[in-house]
């Protein structure tokens, strides 16, 4: 595999503020259907845009069978749009983001270095179980940076990144709770899941365009931004290509999730919930995975790679 090694054009730490406005243009509301057990097409209607008489056009046209489903798909989508206007509104600041830069380099088959305050530190990627349908091979994060150099240099840059919608969202979600209205609570949750997954979405465009610059020339539609057009992948630390949650206290250090007013538990969750966080890598070839479920063997050899018990590892690597 060749590896371009793209310069970063901004070095660093960047803190960014992005305006709720422009985050709601890239909601997945497909997901969001999902997160209320709702048939995922039917957020197509959120295609329409200010026209009710194309929506009532929109339901006629909707097998018999699904009618009720899609009626409550329109008005709980309707529902969730006063709630982005009301964050629109009364949120002040937008959403936090920050993103840093690091010089990079594989170390062997599963782990990446990177450069930290002049420490060189490690994380641990985990290789597929199985190979993959697409080309046979089971890969990990790690084939996606360049090899470390003969003399130590790291050759290449990695991203890390945090995304949060913040507190003042939470204390709404709490306030009805504190009422007891569940539907309310359940509905802001939800749209601040998908917000702040949007926000990552605006994020790791400005990294590509302008912040690293890797793809400077980009020009895609927010439908194939969501589709995973674009070059490089930003893999989110516990999610299927990056399953060990416990790696969130290494990227803490780079990071410093408590200045953003992000706190981690002790099994690593973030709290606020709707908040993201994980690794961008710029390979024109990376693409997300699945690991899979891990055998015993590997989580053996695993465990020692990151220094902890089989016992420990259990609380972050189901």
């Not at 360049?146 to 709404?172: H, N, Q």
């Not at 709290?271 to 891990?294: C, E, K, M, N």
Request: glycine share 6%.
């Amino acid at each position: 595999m060749s590896y371009p090694c793209y310069s970063v054009a901004h070095p660093g730490v960047h803190e960014l503020n992005i305006d709720i406005a422009e985050a709601r243009e890239f909601i997945n509301w497909r997901a969001f259907l999902s997160a209320w057990k709702i048939d995922a097409s039917l957020a197509s209607v959120m295609d329409i845009k200010g026209c009710d008489h194309c929506r009532a056009q929109w339901l006629a046209s909707v097998p018999t069978d699904k009618v009720n489903k899609a009626a409550e798909a329109m008005q709980l989508l309707k529902e969730a749009g006063r709630v982005l206007d009301r964050l629109q509104r009364d949120i002040v600041g937008g959403i936090k983001a920050k993103v840093a830069f690091v010089e990079a380099a594989s170390d062997g088959d599963d782990d990446i270095l990177f450069n930290h305050n002049g420490e060189t530190l490690r994380i641990a990627t985990l290789r597929q179980q199985r190979p993959s349908e697409r080309d046979g091979h089971c890969i990990a994060l790690s084939d996606y940076i360049a090899p470390v150099e003969s003399d130590g240099k790291l050759r290449d840059s990695m991203g890390m990144f945090a995304v949060t919608v913040g507190r003042d969202i939470e204390r709404i979600i709490e306030g009805y709770r504190n009422e007891g209205d569940d539907y309310r609570a359940i509905l802001y949750q939800t749209v601040a899941d998908r917000l702040v997954e949007a926000a990552t979405e605006v994020m790791h465009r400005k990294v590509r365009v302008e912040l690293w610059g890797y793809a400077p020339d980009e020009s895609l539609s927010e439908r194939h931004v969501l589709q995973q057009y674009y070059k490089g992948i930003r893999p989110a630390i516990g999610y299927p290509s990056l399953p060990d949650q416990s790696l969130i206290f290494l990227t803490d250090r780079v990071l410093r999730y408590s200045d953003m007013g992000i706190t981690l538990t002790e099994s690593g969750a973030m709290s606020p919930a709707a908040s993201t966080t994980g690794l961008i890598i710029s390979h024109p070839d990376s693409r997300y995975f699945v690991v899979g479920d891990v055998d015993n063997e590997q989580r053996r050899l695993y465990a020692e790679r990151r220094a902890m018990s089989l016992d420990e590892l259990k609380r972050f690597l189901p």
